[in-house]
């Protein structure tokens, strides 16, 4: 990326098949290293079986100056032998959080039924953690994070504390960073599992505990997704253009450790 020495790029792929989302995405990179990024970032998305039928990689330059930081979420893996089982210890970090019972298990319907009339969002549905309303309006889209990273000197320390811990999954460190900037954004509290058939890993997130994961969270036949809880009283228009348009460095390595469902 020539056209911006000493700046920051945004690099975001989405890959789809006969027009539907199968993978997606993003860094923040150094101006030097964006051509790199774009094309191993292709290439991930090439690699996928079945293949693709359209990648587009998008690369936007960023101010350097804008981008804030916030240290990476310390990581728990709770030890839950079945989704029957981590729901109820997900459920009490939520509470424990300041979520009512009420929006948990709204949140929990949604899922696994999906938000909306047409099943699962492209996106997290924004949810008052008093009465478990869906805020955004954003329907069948939701809201996608957008625009982190982990810092440069930080990405590989992270990613190895990950792989020492049996974590070493692409997945887990994205997550991670996608959670850690959700919680900064002002987000109380987050609810996770992937709408991917073959992952059942997902993860509760919240300023008291971390980033909570469970290894087998998903229900059989769950459509996967995202609950944000929020303060009632929060503005939504403004958590939204945190989450998808302010760029954040995510610093520091995670402590990952392992702990019993209580
Ligand atoms: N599910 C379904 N469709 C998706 C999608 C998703 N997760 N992400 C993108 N799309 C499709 C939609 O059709 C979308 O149109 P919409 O805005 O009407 O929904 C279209 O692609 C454009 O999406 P947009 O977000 O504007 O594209 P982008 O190139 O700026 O960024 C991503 C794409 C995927 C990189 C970004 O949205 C994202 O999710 N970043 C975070 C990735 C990540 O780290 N995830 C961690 C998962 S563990
Ligand atoms: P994934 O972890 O990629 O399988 O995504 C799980 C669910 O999270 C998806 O079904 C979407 O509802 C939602 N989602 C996907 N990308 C984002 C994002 N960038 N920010 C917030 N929610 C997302």
């Avoid at 292709?42 to 079945?50: E, K």
């Avoid at 996608?144 to 982990?150: I, L, M």
Wanted: contains cysteine; proline residues 8%; negative net charge.
């Amino acid at each position: 990326m020539d056209g911006w020495p000493g700046g920051v790029v945004s690099v975001r792929m989405r890959a789809s098949l006969a027009g539907c989302h199968v993978s997606g995405a993003e860094r923040l990179a150094p101006a030097e290293m964006a051509d790199a990024v774009a094309r191993e970032l292709d290439a991930r998305a090439r690699s996928r079986r079945p293949a693709p039928d359209n990648v587009v990689v998008h690369c936007e330059p960023v101010d350097p100056a804008a981008i804030a930081c916030a240290p990476v979420l310390p990581v728990t893996t709770i030890e839950a032998d079945r989704p029957l089982s981590a729901r109820p210890a997900a459920s009490e970090l939520l509470v424990r959080s300041g979520v009512s019972p009420e929006a948990v298990d709204r949140a929990f319907c949604g899922l696994v039924a999906g938000w909306h009339a047409n099943g699962p969002i492209r996106g997290a549905a924004i949810v008052d953690r008093a009465s478990g309303r869906r805020l955004d309006t954003r329907a069948d889209r939701g809201v996608r994070v957008s625009r982190f990273d982990y810092a440069p000197d930080a990405a590989e320390p992270a990613r190895a504390a990950l792989a020492d811990a049996g974590l070493g999954h692409f997945r887990t460190a994205e997550a991670l960073a996608l959670a850690t900037k959700t919680l900064w954004a002002g987000v109380s509290a987050e609810l996770c599992w992937s709408d991917d058939a073959d992952y059942v890993a997902g993860y509760v997130a919240t300023p008291e505990s971390g980033y909570c994961r469970f290894d087998r969270f998903k229900p059989d036949g769950a459509v996967g997704g995202r609950a944000f809880f929020v303060d009632p009283g929060v503005d939504v228009d403004v958590l939204i253009e945190r989450l998808e348009r302010a760029p954040l460095w995510i610093v520091g390595i995670p402590a990952v450790r392992r702990q019993a469902a209580p």
